[in-house]
């Protein structure tokens, strides 16, 4: 007898448990249930209708019902919200939105692929029309159509995550005046505080009104009102603070949810109800690094759980490696990638780690469109095994995350990096790559060969007046430095060695990092035991001391920035 | 003491091990000698000179010997030909180029890295003015100014590998008019002859003269003769057929040469004689994958080779991984990129292989600039081993090939490539990726699950009549389709079924081969047990068929080509 297989939700995971399905088993009967109009759509491409770049919200629709009953023989059933499992007998509660009828439908599996939903906070105002969240193709038309319907010139969007800076920058780019708002000191929690004033920086060159550390209090019609009594002007707001798991349809049919707030899953995606499976946002999974249960509102993985519970159905294993949370995002002209840990993961779980900050070109510096690349590696002390990455840059290091994410899943070390042979070609980068770079620095750090000191170390020093020389030729130093630094050139040191003291520590940074470690190798062979690199060197403390020195309104410790 | 170390050549090879040796001993002395003048320049920017991308020739020397001195204490001792290596007393005999005065300096380590010469064949009129070579910056500012102050219209360039093709680019970017000759049938020996005809169809649709299974006979004044005969207009000829590595300072020293013919090594790139290491294109090398002796002319291997042999110097331990072979070009405006081993590689090296030619889309197809991209992914058999794969696309193949690499070094499986989890924004990719889709597919294959034939293999079931559905829409299949395919979409297979016979192999495609798959996986389910899957799909055929046919003149099998 052939198997009747329901899953709730369609999307990256629903849609995804479908299509295996059918591919397995011809004869299954499958249904998919969605609350919504829309079975398939792109959900991470839904911001780019407000720029235009998708201009007709149609295209967002990736299938349709008829389309999955013509190619795959499944049935998609739209404004059916499934509001009950019964489990005692196999059975869904569906309801039709529209009609409000509800009826029973059995099932031999149950696949859950529910999502997650925005988050509104119980404020005053935020039930107002012109507030707005962004979850499928029907919020975003609705948006959109009023932003443009009533000529909306300020729109606030509440929340620097990924859906937060892609709808702010999709709207700037529709000529709108755009603020965001973010209740934590930094946007885009995957980077750390000092890669991440790099993005802070773009957005506020771009036109967004970026305010952090501060939370929204109230929506008015004009204005919102943040917590620090703060108004910011907005005829339309976009709440984008963040998603919580689907489990009420689970929890009441007494499934077990996890500690993070997700679905409870086993290696094979299934439930504490063997007939029952859950994937995508609303479950918890296994992480990689951290051998932790966390929560991950990505699609590739979605996809990969919805293969692996169908096969599971039909006693196919499965190989579940974890999740190492790989995500990227442009943000105006420059492209953030990130993957593994960063260090708040990694100090929260207690693993020792440490870190390269480099900062070379991301293709041979004469060829055209040859552009920094800011690279932040992190570690495990004393293994060398690869915990995480994060790039930011104009050039491609989506391609450089990609690889620090296959040597991460290979369970790699900073001597495989080290070794990598990757393509070269000048037109897409360099003989020695950035990624075998910070594999080089790393293993001098690890090998300690060389001490380093962070680009957020720095104002203490110069406000404590350490001895911190500046290795770069003196037409740069001159065109801006470091309030208290001595200009000693890479080319003029081994004769000004007198002015290096040995009685007290140095610090020594160029421009990238690149010089001053020639400097610091030479020293360490001349007997100096207390020197250190400033990892990130100029353009990394340019870049950090910028935007909290925009917001804190501070005395600047670098006589002129230089972001180049 | 002090020691002394003599490194002959510069570039990627000689300058890194001058660099290295500098932060690992303060006090060595380090000279460097150059035959020519320039010490350090980027070899392989070099064609982009003749575009005008780096205008400035100026540009393409990185550091000259006073840079060397200033910043490293390194002597760089340009116009200095190393003519003789005197191991019985650790010397070599040096000859300044310009005065012809010859002299000895002594070494207690000489680290060789003369690279390859190119390849110019005894031919009749190959010694005149207008036959060039593209080494460094003194051939390229030759070759470039010639053109320029001759107003030289008609360039053949002989030769389609890296620096041909770049040469034949830059040069038709520059408006001349550029024959490109190969004597092989196709150009880019990386690439399989299947994924080879994109790039063929790329050169002549962008106005290149693609003179195939050719070769030059003799040079004349405003023409080439080639082998059959017929001549090809050309006030300038570009001689880029190959390299050799230079090995005769090393055969006069009675030091091994490998079965390659480059300089034989040990894993720490020292020669036969302990005091005397050598690295770069003159050396040979191990294959990761073959496991046999190889030559590469390629620069980031060269700058970890001469890093090892540094580190040896001074008693670092070093682990060789061996080489794979990753490389990129520029082709107009396709990118491809390559890794590891190829089929004719692989069926040299006796490995039992299998492979994967998919054509999904580089990022989400509704994104603006979204495009195909053709990805050929070798695996081993049975282990489902990564061997090797090829790419090409307006995409960026670089980042996928680069994930592949990292596999092979890692010693990856299809199993880690369907698990990997990457980057994902639909500015950048597709949440299921191009190699995670790769590496479904092989293992379909790996599996049994599905058999396939190859788009080599579709003229030959065309002209046999042998039954074949295209199983694309009708609308596509009106547009252009073979000759004898049937049209049973995907969309209505399944109320057709009367149609496919069970009694003789049935080949399905589609359009990019995704569709044909679902086709092939129900008919399997259904209990079909002879069917295919063409690899590659119509997209494939097209593209491989469109070249072959303008050159061979033969009849094509399909009524139109569809190459998006």
Known sequence: MSKRILIVGGVAGGASVAARIRRLDEDAEIVMFERGPHVSFSNCALPYHLSGDIADSNRLVLMNPEKFDDQYKIEARTNSEVVKINRDKNTITVKNVQSGEEYEEAYDK??????????????????????????????????????????????????????????????????????????????????????????HKEMMDKGINLVLSDGIDKVEENAIVLQSGKKVGAQAVVMAIGVRPETALAKDAGLEIGVTGGIKVNHNYATNDKDIYAVGDAIEVHHKITGQKTRLALAGPAQRQARAAADHIYGIPHRNTGVIGSSAIKVFDLNAASTGINEKTAKAANIDYDYVYVIPTDKVGIMPGSNVMHFKLLFEVPTGKI????????????????????????????????ELELVYSPVYGTAKDVVNFAGLVGLNILNGQVKQVKVSDIRDLVESDAYIID?????????????????????????RLEEIPTDRPVYIHCRSGQRSYNVVASLNNMGYDNVYNVSGSFLGVSLYEYFTDQVKERNPIVTKYNFK
């Open 471 to 495: 290795a770069r030729e003196r037409k740069e130093y001159e065109a801006g430095h470091l309030v208290n630094a001595k200009n000693v050139p890479l080319s003029e040191f081994r004769n």
């Open 110 to 199: 149950l696949v859950l692929s529910p999502g997650a939903n925005p988050i509104v906070p119980p404020l005053e105002g935020v039930n107002s029309d012109h507030v707005f969240t962004v979850r499928n193709v029907v919020d975003i038309e609705k948006l959109n159509t009023h932003v443009q319907k009533e000529h909306i010139e300020e729109i606030a969007v509440i929340g620097g995550g990924f859906i937060g800076i892609e709808v702010a920058e999709n709207l700037a780019h529709a000529g709108k005046k755009v603020s965001l708002v973010e209740a934590q000191d930094q946007v885009m929690a995957p980077f750390d505080n000092d890669m991440v004033q790099i993005l």
């Open 387 to 418: 915990l995480g990455a994060q790039a930011i840059g104009k050039g491609n290091v989506d391609k450089r995350i990609d690889v620090i994410a296959t040597m991460i899943m290979m369970n790699g070390t900073l001597e495989d990096l080290k």
